[in-house]
Nanobody
Framework: QVQLVESGGGLVQPGGSLRLSCAVS????????MGWFRQAPEKERESVAT????????YYRDSVKGRFTISRDKFKNMVYLQMNSLKPEDTAVYYCVAGPTAHTWNYWGQGTQVTVSS
């Protein structure tokens, strides 16, 4: 089992920034891919960004490229999502995820709410 605990969500004005954090623990995950998904009300869950734990290779969905940055800290066992220039359409519950590949997400955190509104 891999445990994922998110923090850092909240209410922010359009154009503002937030940093989400995900504490990772449990079975060895050095070969895993980590990521962030989000789900807005009445919308499908979607992948936001992913990163390989070992090499740090990243992927971003087009709508967040240039605004969001995913990173991981191997020493602290943390995954981060820095979100800048936030837009109302970024409003969603954000989930930290982990899995053996970028297409298999076995582990999910409990989610953290991000609301972008004036």
């Amino acid at each position: 089992q891999v445990q994922l605990v998110e923090s850092g969500g909240g209410l922010v004005q359009p154009g503002g920034s937030l940093r989400l954090s995900c504490a990772v623990s449990g079975r060895p995950f050095s070969t895993y891919t980590m990521g962030w998904f989000r789900q807005a009300p009445e919308k499908e869950r979607e992948s936001v960004a992913t990163i390989t734990w070992s090499g740090g290779n990243t992927y971003y969905r087009d709508s967040v490229k240039g605004r969001f940055t995913i990173s991981r800290d191997k020493f602290k066992n943390m995954v981060y999502l820095q979100m800048n220039s936030l837009k109302p359409e970024d409003t969603a519950v954000y989930y930290c995820v982990a899995g053996p590949t970028a297409h298999t997400w076995n582990y999910w955190g409990q989610g953290t709410q991000v609301t972008v509104s004036s």
